[in-house]
């Protein structure tokens, strides 16, 4: 289950990931902290709030398989 704390740090099952996400006007963006680096994601902009939102965007749970995936390749 995918956790995101009021600093923006990601948690997956209990364990931080060290990714932090913010959202702009230019979408969702993943990214370590420090030294800072942004991740590309398949899709620009994601629900963080919502699986199904009205909006027509990818969920919270395409978000964490989405993460989950990222993990992976870091």
Do not use: W
Request: hydrophobic share 30%.
């Amino acid at each position: 289950m995918i956790e995101i704390y009021t600093d923006n740090s990601i948690a997956i099952d209990g364990k931080k990931t060290g990714l932090k996400v913010t959202q702009n006007q230019c979408g969702t963006v993943v990214y370590l902290p420090e030294p800072y680096k942004e991740f590309q994601l398949p899709n620009k902009r994601y629900s963080l709030a919502h699986d199904k939102p009205l909006s027509g965007a990818p969920g919270r749970k395409q978000f964490e398989t989405d993460i989950k995936e990222l993990i992976e390749t870091l």
